[in-house]
């Protein structure tokens, strides 16, 4: 089966590739008072399918509990899998599975899933979350939300990278076990991590993976000090060349 190329959407955005870049489309369901909870869950494949016809790159779905007014997408992975039916072309990611809530071989299970069930179209967010209702909700100090993470992700990679692994960690553990199904795309979908707090920077890089990131949230100037122990400095760009005739005299 061919493989599509991964677009490089920015955090929460539908999205239409082009040479340099891929638009994309983040959606929340959200459920009026007095309504029932799938009159919001049910509007997200009918926008990834519009998104779809629209010819859009990406639809994000976010992973966010208890708070009906704001959302009802507390499975994205398993919209997307229902989404996938629907919206034939577009990829379909999660902005983003929160790791440290979950056991990491149901996550590696459920995305693998939904990567088969959309033909190789989905596209792996993952982060910690910053709500501390989440994690009161599942019972889970926050204050273990970095070491949880790093584990869980470590975990699921090994998971999609090896037929048969074993893995001995402080939260999560295994012994001589194969996750089924495996992705269909390899040597897995793509991942990458919400960085939205200073520590999280050098851990994408070291994982060469890409990431979420919105000054919304984390402002240019507390996430630049995070890259030059970690990376050197990309060069200078060489000045654009316009394709047009320039209009100045």
Same mark, same amino acid.
């Given at each position: 089966?061919?493989?599509?190329?991964?677009?490089?959407?920015?955090?929460?955005?539908?999205?239409?590739?082009?040479?340099?870049?891929?638009?994309?489309?983040?959606?929340?369901?959200?459920?009026?008072? /007095? $309504?029932?909870?799938?009159?919001?869950?049910?509007? @997200?494949? !009918?926008? +990834?399918? #519009?998104? *779809?016809? %629209?010819?859009? /790159? $990406?639809?994000?779905?976010?992973?966010?509990?208890? @708070?009906? !007014?704001? +959302?009802? #997408?507390? *499975?994205? %992975?398993?919209?997307?899998?229902?989404?996938?039916?629907?919206?034939?072309?577009?990829?379909?990611?999660?902005?983003?599975?929160?790791?440290?809530?979950?056991?990491?071989?149901?996550?590696?299970?459920?995305?693998?899933?939904?990567?088969?069930?959309?033909?190789?179209?989905?596209?792996?967010?993952?982060?910690?979350?910053?709500?501390?209702?989440?994690?009161?909700?599942?019972?889970?100090?926050?204050?273990?939300?970095?070491?949880?993470?790093?584990?869980?992700?470590?975990?699921?990679?090994?998971?999609?990278?090896?037929?048969?692994?074993?893995?001995?960690?402080?939260?999560?553990?295994?012994?001589?076990?194969?996750?089924?199904?495996?992705?269909?795309?390899?040597?897995?979908?793509?991942?990458?991590?919400?960085?939205?707090?200073?520590?999280?920077?050098?851990?994408?890089?070291?994982?060469?993976?890409?990431?979420?990131?919105?000054?919304?949230?984390?402002?240019?100037?507390?996430?630049?000090?995070?890259?030059?122990?970690?990376?050197?400095?990309?060069?200078?760009?060489?000045?654009?060349?316009?394709?047009?005739?320039?209009?100045?005299?």
């Amino acid at each position: 089966m061919a493989k599509t190329e991964p677009g490089a959407p920015s955090s929460g955005s539908l999205g239409r590739r082009t040479s340099a870049c891929a638009s994309a489309s983040s959606i929340s369901s959200r459920a009026p008072p /007095d $309504t029932p909870s799938a009159s919001g869950t049910g509007t @997200s494949w !009918p926008r +990834s399918r #519009l998104g *779809d016809a %629209l010819g859009l /790159d $990406t639809a994000w779905l976010g992973e966010l509990h208890f @708070s009906r !007014p704001f +959302s009802t #997408l507390a *499975d994205p %992975l398993m919209v997307l899998a229902a989404a996938a039916q629907r919206a034939r072309r577009i990829r379909l990611g999660t902005a983003v599975t929160l790791l440290p809530l979950h056991n990491p071989v149901k996550t590696a299970e459920q995305a693998a899933t939904a990567d088969l069930l959309s033909d190789g179209r989905l596209e792996l967010g993952v982060g910690r979350g910053t709500a501390p209702i989440h994690y009161a909700g599942y019972d889970i100090p926050q204050e273990e939300s970095r070491a949880r993470f790093e584990e869980a992700l470590d975990f699921i990679l090994e998971a999609w990278t090896h037929e048969t692994f074993s893995y001995e960690g402080k939260y999560y553990h295994a012994r001589d076990l194969t996750i089924v199904p495996r992705p269909v795309q390899v040597p897995h979908p793509p991942v990458r991590i919400a960085a939205n707090s200073p520590d999280t920077f050098p851990l994408a890089a070291r994982a060469s993976l890409p990431i979420f990131a919105t000054p919304l949230i984390n402002p240019r100037r507390s996430s630049g000090k995070a890259w030059p122990d970690t990376a050197p400095p990309c060069p200078p760009a060489p000045a654009p060349t316009p394709p047009w005739p320039s209009r100045c005299t």
